[in-house]
């Protein structure tokens, strides 16, 4: 089948791959409801919400409320209804900013001498608590390497370890594996041990005093530049829920991380090779480290934008279908010169996303017959923060996690037209794959997996925080492999976003993008909620997959 023309192909064709039963074309009232998905609306969408006008939309502020306004007024004239569980279209997700101030460089002395993290240079650093003040005063540093503790893959790098009080120096991602076990920790494919969340949340559980995560552009994923503007002025969280934390979160380059080493007499490459080892302990520095933040506390408010198109099945009407995207980015931030400011338009990451999420809508609204589910349209705050509006929307949800068939996510849409393949991120984790592998074979392509598995993306997005109260996912994202382009341009073009636009006031709308094959990928978001809205089945988690017992217990909960 020519690539493209299966959205076009009458309902009465099938399509079958070897060995499997043939799969029924895509019905033609669905079919006529997504051209309502064009290039040119996805473009509206997102001048719009990446305009300078709505400042960045960063978290809490007037942009943040215009664009809840946007999307609530689009959501209306659509006719949808309102799905916050409080009543009305938005959802108020509390937050706690902090700003933090510092009153000079961390400092770290041994008898060797002392090294100076300088924060916006080579450390970048956060409050831990939410309190005035966060402070570390003469804390012993010990190199921790992963920082992980996996009872599943027989893996202690604390081991029995005392660390509290102490300041732990982590390495990024986790172990790659080796030839004897290629699958250790997934071999290249970063996992959620991974994250740099992960290993905060760890050192908080071991009480201690701080953790410095060790930067490099490999075990990242996006250069030191990312973490800078992703770190900087007033940052966001959740009201604190009494989980033990550590007071100072932050970042070194790679650079400092060696001289903290040198300075207690260690070479880092040494101690990083030791922690591939499971034989590896948590090794003392001989290193003190005193720091001090400064914290201006107040409280705050954003939102999450919740609509609903009600499933017209009495009893499946009970069970939803859910989209997410994220409506937030960094706002703005003081330029380089005095007065000068920089607005984070967050046009790929993500107004596309929320474009493409009203486009879904818009589609669906359009169908001559609702689904036999109900369809909900979630547009969450705060993801750059930390996922903060998906995890309140997971702990809050319009219906039972045990009742969300399934969470769409789109965190940003393809600009480099149309590609034989499709990515979906998680592929293998649960039964949707066969869903959108049989869809994108309607569309002529094929599907792949995740192209840069070492970065962790399938935890970095809003998805996760559903995935953690049992929701089945898909995180589909365009693919690489481009049409009238060269091989190897698709994946460039994502490398190169990552490495010159990604966080940065540079993600801005452009007129040379090609929205053709961003047209086809939500197209396929919108097939796939209308296969999982009317099937007779719920989507499952794979046998085995991390996620599978918190389904079990979202289900477990529903019959109480």
């Not at 001048?47 to 215009?66: H, K, N, Q, Y």
Request: glycine share 10%; aromatic share 8%; net charge negative.
């Amino acid at each position: 089948m020519r690539h493209g023309l299966g959205l076009f192909l009458a309902s009465a064709l099938v399509v079958a791959a070897p060995g499997r039963a043939a799969e029924p074309a895509i019905p033609k009232e669905q079919r006529d409801a997504a051209r309502e998905i064009t290039p040119e609306r996805l473009r509206a969408h997102i001048r719009f919400l990446a305009s300078d006008l709505l400042e960045g939309r960063g978290p809490a502020t007037r942009g943040d409320r215009l664009a809840e306004a946007y999307i609530q007024a689009q959501l209306e004239a659509l006719g949808l209804a309102p799905g916050a569980p409080e009543g009305g279209f938005i959802q108020k997700v509390p937050l706690v900013a902090i700003r933090p101030s510092f009153a000079g460089p961390a400092v770290f002395r041994s008898e060797r001498g002392v090294v100076q993290g300088t924060p916006g240079e080579n450390l970048v650093a956060s409050s831990g608590v939410q309190a005035p003040e966060a402070r570390v005063d003469d804390a012993e540093v010990v190199f921790v390497g992963y920082g992980i503790q996996a009872p599943e893959y027989r893996w202690d790098d604390y081991k029995d370890a005392d660390l509290r009080g102490k300041v732990l120096l982590v390495m990024n991602n986790d172990p790659e594996g080796s030839p004897s076990e290629p699958d250790l920790f997934a071999g290249k494919t970063r996992l959620r041990y991974g994250r740099w969340d992960y290993k905060y949340a760890m050192a908080g559980s071991k009480g201690a005093a701080a953790a410095i995560v060790i930067h490099t552009t490999p075990s990242a994923g996006y250069p030191w530049q990312v973490v800078t503007s992703s770190w900087s002025g007033e940052l966001f969280e959740l009201p604190d829920d009494g989980t033990p934390r550590v007071k100072v979160k932050a970042w070194a380059t790679e650079e400092l991380a060696r001289a903290i080493a040198a300075l207690g007499g260690k070479d880092l490459d040494q101690l990083r090779a030791a922690a591939e080892e499971r034989s590896f302990r948590p090794v003392p520095l001989g290193v003190k480290m005193s720091f001090a933040i400064a914290n201006a506390i107040s409280r705050k408010e954003s939102g999450n934008v919740i609509g609903i198109l009600r499933g017209s099945d009495p009893v499946r009407a009970n069970e939803a279908v859910l989209y997410t995207a994220h409506h937030d980015h960094f706002g703005a931030k003081p330029g380089a010169k005095p007065g000068a400011e920089l607005i984070y338009h967050g046009a790929l990451d993500n107004a596309s996303g929320v474009a493409a999420i009203l486009s879904v809508a818009r589609a669906f609204a359009s169908l001559p017959a609702r689904p036999a589910r109900s369809i909900v349209f979630a547009f969450v705050a705060g993801e750059e923060q930390g996922l903060l509006g998906s995890q309140w929307l997971a702990a809050h949800p319009p219906f039972p996690a045990g009742r969300i068939a399934a969470d769409i996510n789109v965190d940003g849409i393809g600009w480099f037209g149309r590609t034989r393949d499709l990515s979906m991120i998680g592929l293998g984790k649960s039964s949707i794959d066969d869903d959108v592998r049989a869809l994108a074979a309607l569309q002529g392509r094929t599907v792949t997996p995740d192209p840069f598995p070492d970065r962790g993306t399938f935890y970095r997005s809003d998805q996760y925080s559903l995935a953690q109260v049992g929701v089945p996912a898909a995180y589909l994202r365009g693919g690489t492999d481009v049409i009238g382009k060269p091989e190897g341009f698709g994946r460039e073009e994502q490398e190169r976003f990552v490495r010159d636009d990604y966080h940065q006031p540079s993600d801005s709308i452009r007129e040379s993008w090609d929205l053709s094959g961003a047209v086809e990928d939500v197209q396929l978001d919108f097939y796939l909620g209308c296969r999982l809205a009317d099937a007779a089945g719920m989507p499952r988690w794979k046998s085995g997959d991390e996620f599978e017992p918190a389904r079990r217990k979202a289900l477990a909960a529903l019959a109480k």
